[in-house]
C-alpha cells in the first residue's frame, strides 16, 4: 500500500480520515455518520461493506454511489500503476486505493474508511486518521484471533498519533478502559466520557 501511494503521488496524505473498527456495525455506523455529515453541509466520501449487487456499493460521494465508469476508470488506473511499478497487491488493496484515490481527487473534508482488519497493518492504515471509531469488541473476535483484548487493542490502536481522537461504542468497561490506556500511552485523545475502570472491591 506504500509502494502504491507513493506511485500515485499519495492520496492518502490529502484526506482527513476517520477509520472504523469493530466485530460489526462498522457498516451502520459509517451511514450515520454520513447522515450527519450531511445534515452539517460536510463534503464526504465513505468506504465500506458489505455490497449487495456490485462493488459500486462500497463507494459513496455525498450519499452518490460510484458511476460504472468512474469505477472502471479508477480500477484501470490503480492496476496499471501497480503493474508497471512491479507493486505486488491483492483485490482488498486494490479497492481500498481506488476509493482513497476517489475521494482524494474529489477532494472530500473527511473520508469514511471500514477496516477489515483490527490493526496498523489493514489497507485503510495508510491514511493518518484524525479519528478512530471503534463499534465493538466481542468474545468471538477474540476467540477467532486466538488472541487477548489487550494485544487486539494495543494492535488497532497503533495507529493513535497526537491528533488521533479514538471514540467506541464497546459495552465492556474493561476494553474501553484498555483502549483509553492505549490511546494515553500514544500521546493520542481519548473522547469518551469513561475514561477508567476501576475494578469493584470485594466488599463491593
Same mark, same amino acid.
Given at each position: 500500500? &506504500?509502494?502504491?501511494?507513493?506511485?500515485?503521488?499519495?492520496?492518502? &496524505?490529502?484526506?482527513?480520515?476517520?477509520?472504523v473498527?469493530?466485530?460489526?456495525?462498522?457498516? /451502520?455506523? @459509517?451511514?450515520?455518520?454520513? &447522515?450527519?455529515l450531511?445534515?452539517?453541509? @460536510?463534503?464526504?466520501?465513505?468506504?465500506?461493506?458489505?455490497? @449487495?449487487?456490485?462493488?459500486?456499493?462500497?463507494?459513496? /460521494?455525498?450519499?452518490?454511489?460510484?458511476?460504472?465508469?468512474?469505477?472502471?476508470?479508477?480500477? !484501470?488506473?490503480? *492496476?496499471? @500503476?501497480?503493474?508497471?511499478?512491479? *507493486?505486488?497487491?491483492?483485490?482488498?488493496?486494490?479497492?481500498?486505493?481506488?476509493?482513497?484515490?476517489?475521494?482524494?481527487?474529489?477532494?472530500?473534508?473527511?473520508?469514511?474508511?471500514?477496516?477489515?482488519?483490527?490493526?496498523?497493518?489493514?489497507?485503510?492504515?495508510?491514511?493518518?486518521?484524525?479519528?478512530?471509531?471503534?463499534?465493538?469488541?466481542?468474545?468471538?473476535?477474540?476467540?477467532?484471533?486466538?488472541?487477548?483484548?489487550?494485544?487486539? *487493542?494495543? !494492535?488497532?490502536?497503533? /495507529?493513535?498519533?497526537?491528533?488521533?481522537?479514538?471514540?467506541?461504542?464497546?459495552?465492556?468497561? /474493561?476494553?474501553?478502559?484498555?483502549?483509553?490506556?492505549?490511546? &494515553?500511552?500514544?500521546?493520542?485523545?481519548?473522547?469518551?466520557p469513561?475514561?477508567?475502570?476501576?475494578?469493584?472491591?470485594?466488599?463491593?
Amino acid at each position: 500500500m &506504500k509502494a502504491l501511494d507513493q506511485a500515485l503521488d499519495f492520496p492518502s &496524505k490529502k484526506l482527513d480520515a476517520i477509520l472504523v473498527s469493530g466485530t460489526n456495525g462498522k457498516g /451502520l455506523t @459509517i451511514h450515520f455518520a454520513t &447522515k450527519l455529515l450531511q445534515e452539517e453541509k @460536510i463534503s464526504f466520501g465513505a468506504f465500506y461493506s458489505p455490497h @449487495i449487487l456490485s462493488y459500486n456499493e462500497h463507494f459513496v /460521494l455525498n450519499n452518490e454511489t460510484i458511476s460504472n465508469k468512474t469505477f472502471t476508470e479508477l480500477a !484501470n488506473e490503480v *492496476i496499471n @500503476i501497480a503493474q508497471s511499478n512491479e *507493486i505486488a497487491v491483492t483485490s482488498y488493496d486494490i479497492i481500498t486505493m481506488m476509493a482513497i484515490l476517489y475521494f482524494a481527487q474529489n477532494n472530500v473534508e473527511v473520508a469514511l474508511l471500514e477496516m477489515r482488519e483490527d490493526s496498523p497493518f489493514d489497507a485503510t492504515a495508510i491514511c493518518h486518521p484524525q479519528v478512530i471509531a471503534v463499534t465493538r469488541i466481542t468474545e468471538e473476535q477474540l476467540t477467532q484471533k486466538n488472541d487477548l483484548s489487550a494485544s487486539v *487493542i494495543n !494492535n488497532l490502536l497503533q /495507529l493513535v498519533k497526537s491528533d488521533t481522537h479514538v471514540i467506541s461504542g464497546d459495552q465492556s468497561k /474493561l476494553n474501553l478502559q484498555l483502549m483509553a490506556e492505549a490511546v &494515553k500511552k500514544n500521546n493520542g485523545t481519548w473522547a469518551m466520557p469513561c475514561l477508567l475502570y476501576t475494578s469493584p472491591s470485594p466488599r463491593d
